[in-house]
């Protein structure tokens, strides 16, 4: 069974999403348990194939039994292993907590073609991380990119309509890029399978058709990660979406668009092209140093949770495009490490928010003061993920900052290191903005009686709470973890 587990996790919520569909006709109130149970299945699966891989080695999967370069393939390795156990996590945590953030933030009439839409949006992101073949990737990064468009728009908020057109734009663009790279690399070599490309490009390196791919599929990658300066579209597309959607495309698909670009530098092209034949790592590094400043700044300036929030996540995505930039064992460990961190710190955030917006109404921070004594279990949450954010040991965003640095000292770059702390010092600011209108907003208050406690829905509630708690328990045990990060991370240092 487990050798066929690798198409069913494409195959069962492709069918799930037209069963929601038929279901969700017939009575609406089916599509919650179905996208439910489906994606707490394909978690469970997730979890198995990870263990057989670090247990047997690689699967791969034929598709119709074509065996590849001619066929479709699908493999799971210890790196897109560890990324879909990851992605699928936080997917359920998202659709446990999404339940009563839709009915509060979406039309009834709408709520059959959101949950056909949040279905293939994982399915999407879970057929990215799993095909062996470049094309199919960009064929599942459409189909998941055309379900966050509709799922960010699906908010009652106009401002929801702008923010999908502009990721429209943007993501179409990045597309096109994409696109494009991936039609170079086959008049190189004339195959779409990635291991096959990998063993074909070296003798092709020097040819401008191949530096044009990199550079292409380079800038898409970016601009789908939202790397900066390439993150015009994601403010705007993380504040006005709904706070479900929110959570989870700021957690999970931003991954799986931060896995997509590894696997397709370190893998297709391999560290030998990008470190030697076409040098690009210093610069990636020098930009994911003004990533981490800037994001940090913008994100100290807003006014808007949500926004505030949102801009911090540039900073982050600037943390792990730094491991990519190092390129050695320990700084790779660290991005891998902090691709979980932040996923499972941001999702605990973002589901604060929300539950904000669904107790108050608004998330704007000069209507938060005192927030914390009407609802203290969410403001304590986003304490404890606030504080694995700046990179408060023994959370896991201090395990992960912490291999950042020594990969950093590793290779000589004691600068960029040092740059590293300075990122962490500008998230104290943010975080703490939060925590002081929160806990102190209202110290001068005349009213000084305690105001009744207020949190919002259970299926709400224990999903955040999980998150933050994690955020501790994962640092604590950072080892358990490990035991994924660093296959993952020599794997990708040996190509293919």
Known sequence: ????????????P??????ILLAGWYDRRFCYPISLITILLQFGAAIAILLEVMRE???RYHLGGWAPPLGIELVIDSFNGFILAVILFLSAATVVYARRSVEKEIDPEKRI???????????????????????????????????TYTLIASARRPRSYVASFNYLVLGS??????????????????????ADLALLLPASYGLATVHTAFLFLLIGFSIKVAFFPLHLWL???????????????STVMAKVSVYALFRIVFTVFTTAYVIDTFAVTGFILFIATVAIIAGAVLAIAQNDLKRMLAYSSISQIGYIMFALGVANQLALEGGLLHI???????????????????????????DLKGVAKTMPISCAAFALAGASMIGIPPTIGFMSKYYL????????????????????????????????????GDHHSEDRRPAPAREGPVSMLVPMVALALLCLFLGVFVEVVMEAVRPAAMLLLGGA
């Open 235 to 249: 403010p705007d597309a993380y504040t006005e979406a709904p706070s479900a959607v929110t959570v989870l495309i």
């Open 57 to 59: 080695g690689t699967i």
């Open 173 to 194: 663009i990045a597309a096109g890029f994409i696109l494009l790279g991936i039609g170079n690399l086959y008049v190189a070599t004339g195959t779409l399978n990635m």
């Open 1 to 12: 069974m487990i050798d066929h587990l690798p198409v069913l996790l494409i195959a069962v």
């Open 14 to 19: 492709i069918l799930s999403a037209l069963l």
């Open 340 to 366: 979980l961190g932040h996923a499972v710190m941001k999702g605990c955030l973002f589901m604060v928010a929300g539950l904000i917006i669904y107790r108050m109404g608004t998330s704007q921070l000069s």
């Open 405 to 440: 640095v020594l990969g950093a000292f590793e290779a000589g770059q004691w600068i960029y290191a040092a740059v590293l702390l300075v990122g962490s010092l500008l998230a104290a600011g943010y975080i703490w903005r939060f925590i002081e209108i929160a806990y102190f």
């Open 113 to 147: 073609s959101f949950y056909v839409l949040f279905q293939l949006l994982v399915t999407g992101l879970v057929g990215m991380t799993i095909t062996g073949d470049i094309f199919n990737l960009y064929v599942f990064l459409e189909i998941s990119s055309i379900a």
